[in-house]
T-cell receptor
Framework: AQSVTQLDSHVSVSEGTPVLLRCNYS??????LFWYVQHPNKGLQLLLK????ATLVKGINGFEAEFKKSETSFHLTKPSAHMSDAAEYFC???????????WGAGTKLIIKP | SQTIHQWPATLVQPVGSPLSLECTVE??????LYWYRQAAGRGLQLLFY??????ISSEVPQNLSASRPQDRQFILSSKKLLLSDSGFYLC?????????????FGPGTRLLVL
């Protein structure tokens, strides 16, 4: 069975410093992996997705994520945080059954001025 | 380009009252459609999905139901709301490219049951 673990419920960084949001997954096959962002009281926006084409995936707003099969990880990074990055981020893995996505519990990113 | 609409944006309803939330998608045909609920401080819970008109699959037993009367319309309903139905309801549609299905979300409806 698939599962997703976001290791931090909250991450706090200063503006201009790097961001690292950690995600580990378990899957019995080669999954598709996604990161979504949700700003306060807003819907979910797709940041990026991994589909086995390349292990380093670049997304919108300067975010990127690296798929590491040996570590079963898909951590999200950004070199320099901006105040507008404050939001909740969800790591998601595709299920081995159709139409199902397995969602992490989310990580709230706090940006300090 | 594709867009997805949800309404209303916010809804306050008394316990025991009926519910109807609507979702429509533009710019695509025969999409897979989904209803999720997000309770405060928690992740997303898949409620229903649909692969075509009149085809609804339920993931969680509850007092909610879904219908798809038209190709790009997905409705979430309840005959009698419970306090526990409060939450943020998100509709999504998906597209499959290169064997990967990607879901795109609407703006959501915040429901408060009092």
């Amino acid at each position: 069975a698939q599962s997703v673990t976001q290791l931090d419920s909250h991450v706090s960084v200063s503006e201009g410093t790097p961001v690292l949001l950690r995600c580990n997954y378990s899957s019995s096959y080669s999954p598709s992996l996604f990161w979504y962002v949700q700003h306060p009281n807003k819907g979910l926006q797709l940041l990026l997705k991994y589909t086995s084409a390349a292990t380093l995936v670049k997304g919108i707003n300067g975010f990127e994520a690296e798929f590491k099969k040996s570590e079963t990880s898909f951590h999200l990074t950004k070199p320099s945080a901006h105040m507008s990055d404050a939001a909740e981020y969800f790591c998601v893995v595709s299920s081995d059954s159709n139409y199902q996505l397995i969602w992490g519990a989310g990580t709230k990113l706090i940006i300090k001025p | 380009s594709q867009t997805i609409h949800q309404w209303p944006a916010t809804l306050v309803q008394p316990v025991g009252s009926p519910l109807s939330l609507e979702c429509t998608v533009e710019g695509t045909s025969n999409p897979n459609l989904y209803w999720y609920r997000q309770a405060a401080g928690r992740g997303l819970q898949l409620l229903f999905y649909s692969v075509g008109i009149g085809q609804i699959s339920s993931e969680v037993p509850q007092n909610l139901s879904a219908s798809r009367p038209q190709d790009r319309q997905f409705i979430l309903s309840s005959k009698k709301l419970l306090l526990s139905d409060s939450g943020f309801y998100l509709c999504a549609w998906s597209v499959t490219t290169g064997g990967t299905e990607t879901q795109y979300f609407g703006p959501g409806t915040r429901l408060l049951v009092l």
